[in-house]
């Protein structure tokens, strides 16, 4: 178990009578990271979260903030956390500033000096003296991370957070979020079924459905596996083709597939560098690692073995490709 991770699950499972709502869900959160929580709606996201502050109960597993088991030492637990479940809600009549002087006095040890440090974080300065009630929907959600992270809690977990805004709220939002986490060291988890939030968002993301953790995948490998390229030669020699692949492929393993029945000419070949994935009715279709190179590269080998090259066609498969090929095709949007 890693000391430095600031949340952690361990198998953690829901039940309520005889319907399993999360299944055994594991992962561990790391200080200073935007971590994200992405499945379609209904997947569990929100009874994750209400499970991490205390709100819902776990049937089985556990949940260890700052090292603290929630069941266990719940007070000593929440002391690290911030959260922001479903809309942050305040006395509208009172003034933004008002609402966070309220929720300071609950807790011993926010000074005034904390106060306006969080208020100049989240730009509220120019209207933290008007009344709640003309605030945007925007506007309301800043006065929420604000009052979320007076204490200086260790992670700030936030359900949904993106929902209602306009796309100048959500930039903002998502801008402040990685500027906490920067400045402020903070562990930062969001939930969303909105892929192209995350994407610009989170550092890492945990994929569920039905209740199911299905990966943790970092974006910069997301990314980088984004950066393969799947490339279909139309040729008139599917053999020689084959060759000149595995000769440019060298000595790494390489498997070739039986042809299908219903296409016999159709091959396979993989290694690590290069992939031939599948060749049917003259197209010979490649995965490439190296970026464009690899493509003309592959083109002139193809030439000098003979072999006629009559279209290149690219298809580069995108972070979307890769979620839809998790969730098995199941809505992500």
Same mark, same amino acid.
Do not use: W
């Given at each position: 178990?890693e000391?430095?991770?600031?949340?952690?699950?361990?198998?953690?499972?829901?039940?309520?009578?005889?319907?399993?709502?999360?299944?055994?869900?594991?992962?561990?959160?790391?200080?200073? =990271?935007?971590?994200?929580? %992405?499945?379609?709606?209904?997947?569990?996201?929100?009874?994750?979260?209400?499970?991490?502050?205390? %709100?819902?109960?776990?049937? =089985?597993?556990?949940? %260890?903030?700052?090292?603290?088991?929630?069941?266990?030492?719940?007070? /000593?637990?929440?002391?690290?956390?911030?959260?922001?479940?479903?809309n942050?809600?305040?006395?509208?009549?009172?003034?933004?500033?008002? $609402?966070l002087?309220?929720?300071?006095?609950? *807790? !011993?040890?926010?000074?005034?000096?904390?106060?306006?440090?969080?208020?100049?974080?989240?730009?509220?300065?120019?209207?933290?003296?008007?009344?709640?009630?003309t605030?945007?929907?925007?506007?309301?959600?800043?006065?929420?991370?604000?009052?979320?992270i007076?204490?200086?809690?260790?992670?700030? *977990?936030?359900?949904? !957070?993106?929902?209602?805004?306009?796309?100048?709220?959500?930039? =903002?939002?998502?801008?402040?979020?990685?500027?906490?986490?920067?400045?402020?060291? %903070?562990?930062?988890?969001?939930?969303?079924?909105?892929?192209?939030?995350?994407?610009?968002?989170?550092?890492?993301?945990?994929?569920?459905?039905?209740? +199911?953790?299905?990966?943790?995948?970092?974006? +910069?490998?997301?990314q980088?596996?984004?950066?393969?390229? =799947?490339?279909?030669?139309?040729?008139?020699?599917?053999?020689?083709?084959?060759?000149?692949?595995?000769?440019?492929?060298?000595? /790494?393993?390489?498997?070739?597939?039986p042809? +299908? !029945?219903?296409?016999?000419?159709? /091959?396979?070949?993989?290694?690590?560098?290069? @992939?031939?994935?599948?060749?049917?009715?003259?197209?010979?279709?490649?995965t490439?690692?190296e970026?464009?190179?690899? *493509?003309?590269?592959?083109?002139?080998q193809?030439?000098?073995?003979?072999?006629?090259?009559?279209?290149?066609?690219?298809?580069?498969?995108?972070?979307? @490709?890769?979620?839809?090929?998790?969730?098995?095709? $199941?809505?992500?949007?």
């Amino acid at each position: 178990m890693e000391s430095n991770c600031v949340v952690q699950l361990r198998n953690v499972s829901k039940r309520i009578g005889s319907k399993t709502i999360i299944d055994r869900l594991s992962f561990d959160v790391q200080p200073g =990271e935007v971590f994200g929580f %992405l499945g379609p709606n209904g997947a569990g996201k929100t009874t994750t979260i209400r499970m991490i502050v205390g %709100l819902m109960s776990t049937t =089985e597993g556990e949940i %260890l903030v700052k090292g603290h088991n929630i069941k266990q030492d719940f007070e /000593q637990a929440m002391r690290h956390v911030g959260a922001i479940v479903e809309n942050p809600e305040f006395y509208k009549f009172l003034s933004g500033y008002q $609402n966070l002087q309220h929720f300071a006095r609950m *807790i !011993p040890g926010i000074t005034e000096e904390r106060l306006q440090e969080v208020i100049a974080l989240v730009k509220l300065d120019y209207r933290i003296h008007d009344k709640v009630k003309t605030y945007s929907l925007g506007m309301r959600q800043r006065l929420g991370v604000a009052q979320a992270i007076l204490h200086r809690p260790s992670v700030l *977990i936030l359900d949904e !957070p993106t929902n209602g805004l306009d796309p100048e709220g959500i930039r =903002e939002l998502r801008d402040y979020l990685r500027k906490l986490s920067r400045e402020e060291g %903070l562990a930062v988890i969001v939930s969303s079924h909105l892929l192209s939030e995350m994407e610009l968002m989170c550092d890492r993301v945990a994929i569920i459905q039905n209740g +199911k953790l299905l990966d943790v995948r970092s974006f +910069k490998e997301m990314q980088s596996e984004a950066g393969r390229v =799947e490339v279909q030669f139309d040729v008139d020699l599917l053999d020689a083709a084959a060759q000149a692949a595995e000769d440019l492929v060298g000595n /790494q393993a390489i498997q070739q597939l039986p042809a +299908k !029945p219903e296409a016999p000419n159709t /091959q396979s070949l993989a290694s690590g560098s290069l @992939d031939l994935a599948e060749a049917a009715g003259g197209i010979l279709t490649v995965t490439l690692t190296e970026g464009r190179e690899q *493509i003309a590269e592959l083109n002139a080998q193809l030439v000098r073995a003979g072999v006629r090259v009559y279209g290149i066609r690219i298809h580069n498969k995108s972070l979307e @490709d890769q979620f839809l090929e998790i969730t098995r095709g $199941n809505q992500i949007v």
